[in-house]
């Protein structure tokens, strides 16, 4: 028997209680809990917030980039979320800015990966600790959608040797993966695609050229779907994620 449902998954504490006190046959009562959790799911109106956890922890590893000035100082690089027009409208704006420094944006919309994505019936359980009851539960939900994510990364310097140093670091984070820990997965893989390079980044008379280089990357992320208890009576109840925490 399959059912979308492992070997492992069915023989939980909380399944093996309720399959063995219902009259119903397990096909039954997995076919409920399968028509229950999607019926919840449909209806949750939570928000993950994955695209703004997953921003916030790519600027986080990104700001940790550094170059080494002519005194052999270790210099710390700001990392700023904005779009490549942004940085060059603050560059016209003020003229004391201090390079170098590395941006990051989303470059387009999220595709979803039908190569990893499962079928809408599958039905995923996982171990979670219930704070309040001091006791593991079987926590259950939808599959999770898989999602391909686009960033642009890119670093703005004055002078060829600092671009260098900070090229180095981020192609040796990507090797061949980096991965990016969020609330959500700390297991989040990201790939970089492609470089390209441009010194022609139109400022006004007077200032310095500018050289950029872009790093396109690739996030293959999950957008989780709502979490749900069993308990042992078979009655499904929401996760609350303020009295609950993963466990491995």
């Known amino acids: 028997m399959n059912n979308n449902f492992t070997t492992n998954e ?11 006190s219902s009259s119903k046959n397990n096909i039954e009562i ?6 229950e959790i999607n ?7 939570v928000i993950t917030e994955i695209y703004k956890d997953l921003l916030r922890a790519i600027i986080s590893i990104f700001s940790k980039l550094v170059y080494r000035d002519e005194q052999e100082n270790l210099i710390n690089v700001p990392c700023w979320h904005g779009s490549s027009e942004r940085v060059i409208s603050k560059m016209k704006q003020e003229s004391n800015l201090i390079l170098p420094i590395v941006s990051i944006f989303r ?17 995923i359980f996982e171990k979670y600790f219930d704070k309040v009851k001091n006791r593991a539960v079987r926590v259950a939900s939808i599959a999770s ?15 060829q040797e600092d671009m260098d140093q900070l090229s180095e670091q981020i192609r040796r984070y990507f090797n061949p993966d980096l991965l990016i820990p969020t609330k959500h997965n700390n297991q989040t893989v990201s790939f970089l695609k492609e470089e390209s ?12 050229r500018i050289i950029r280089r872009a790093f396109e990357v690739v996030v293959q992320s999950y957008i989780p ?12 109840e929401t996760l609350n994620t303020e009295l609950y ?4």
């Open 10 to 20: 069915i023989g939980s504490t909380s399944l093996n209680n309720l399959l063995s």
């Open 30 to 35: 997995i076919k409920d809990i399968r028509l």
């Open 39 to 45: 019926n919840k799911s449909s209806n949750n109106t």
């Open 107 to 123: 470059s387009n919309d999220s595709l979803v990966d039908n190569n990893r994505r499962r079928t809408d019936n599958h039905i």
């Open 145 to 159: 959608t898989p999602v391909d994510i686009n960033y642009r990364i890119s670093v703005w310097t004055k002078y």
């Open 197 to 208: 390079s441009n010194v022609d980044v139109s400022l006004p008379d007077g200032q310095d």
């Open 225 to 236: 779907n709502p979490k749900f208890v069993i308990t042992n009576t078979g009655k499904i």
């Open 245 to 248: 925490v993963p466990l491995k």
